[in-house]
């Protein structure tokens, strides 16, 4: 039999859990569906210095006080990829694991890392290849790796790399003068692997020995699995969250907006949990 719910969580980073804690301190039945570990991007911040209240917080520590909070109140979290919402009486969430039925829906599912478009990227993904040099940064201590980039933030992130690491290359853009920093102005070519881990980089024919190769080329937003009214495939919402769908509401970085932090996210996750209650209280 497929589990029902009055709202369904899609994506448990910061706004997610947000509106999940919220549903629940208003006893309305929420479960939430979740592709991969809780907290999102969250997971990928070394320190932040912006979260009133918070002097400094390391991004997994305030990603793991979230999802303690959310536990506490048993929240049931769902592990599985949705990749179809469909229409009906009520809505029918299809992961690639199951289907799960509800009323109304708040879809949290932020964004994703923008990939090189080579074919071996997938291959080597965890063999040399990241997209978080937070995450991984700590496994090519002493070692030498690329970034590939084309913002400011990739160019923050080599600088973090280049206090672990004994060579950080920057691929694509320049922007800082540290001693064990070099620069390309490329894109990359190719990637060589050996024995399943990444060699090296081409560029223009030149090849780079590396260790690890940091992906950072920005991110776009994950809404592929929902047919919405969107802007550059954001979705877009009122000011009370409420997407183009009826019972339908989005949150954080998903949505079309001017600022994208945990602090907005975490407001608009409010908002939309508040909405989704309203519906849901006024529907029956
Ligand atoms: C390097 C970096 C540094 C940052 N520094 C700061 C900072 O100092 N201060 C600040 O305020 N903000 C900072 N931000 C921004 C902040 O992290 C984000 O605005 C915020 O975390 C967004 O949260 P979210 O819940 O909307 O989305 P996300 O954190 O992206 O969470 C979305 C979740 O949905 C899941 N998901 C996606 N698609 C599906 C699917 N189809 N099925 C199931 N689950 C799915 C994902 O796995 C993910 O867990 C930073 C971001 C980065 C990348």
Redo the contacts with the bound molecule.
Sequence with gaps: MKSSFDVVV?????????AAIYLKRANISVAI???????????????????PGVLSID?PSLAFNVFSQMQELNVPYIY????KIVKGKEYGIV?NKEEILCKSIII?????PIETGLDIEKKLLGNGISY???CDGNLYKDKIVAVYTNNE?GI??AKYLSNICSKVYIVGVKGSNKNNIEYYDNKIDDIKEKDGRIESIILDNKNIKIDGLFVLLG?YP?T??IDLKKHDDYIMVNQDMHTSEEGIYA????IFKGL??????VG??ATAANSAIKYINNRE
């Design positions: 899609i994506g448990a980073g910061v706004a997610g859990m947000t569906i979740e592709s991969t570990a809780p907290g999102g991007q969250l997971n990928r911040i070394n320190n932040i210095d912006n979260y991004g599985g990829n949705v990749v992961t949290a599912t932020g964004r994703k978080c040099s937070i933030e923050e992130e991110s994950s592929e699995f949150c954080g970085d998903v994208y932090q945990v602090s907005t996210a608009e996750a």
